[in-house]
């Protein structure tokens, strides 16, 4: 059974970081590719940023620059650096990881005050 868990979330100041972790229940390079979404209040759910098993990375134009993908084998752990933030950014953060189908973890809370 696959198992996203999302941790790192919080409230920050507009110009601060944060980092995202996404504990995964197996090695992160036996799925396809994995993902940030995020869902703002009232808003649809936006892809921020994916990696692949092959180290390629991709962002949406709305955090290119100021976020960061990575993944750590060894810890079986997705991350997503935030830096630079702004309220917009202000969003429930989803991590998924594609197999055979998309899975998805509960959600973790990124509230930016200004």
């Known amino acids: 059974q696959v198992q996203l868990m999302e941790s790192g979330g919080g409230l920050v100041q507009a110009g601060g970081s944060l980092r995202l972790s996404c504990a995964t229940s197996?090695?992160?390079?036996?799925?396809?590719?994995m993902y940030w979404y995020r869902q703002a209040p009232g808003k649809q759910r936006e892809l921020v940023a994916h990696i692949t098993t092959g180290g390629g990375t991709g962002y949406a134009d709305s955090v290119k620059g100021r976020f960061t993908i990575s993944a750590d084998n060894a810890k079986n752990t997705l991350y997503l650096q935030m830096n630079s933030l702004k309220p917009e950014d202000t969003a429930v953060y989803y991590c998924?990881?594609?197999?055979?189908?998309?899975?998805w973890g509960q959600g973790i809370q990124v509230t930016v005050s200004s």
């Open positions: 998924a990881a594609a197999k055979f189908r998309t899975y």
């Open positions: 197996g090695s992160v390079f036996s799925f396809n590719a």
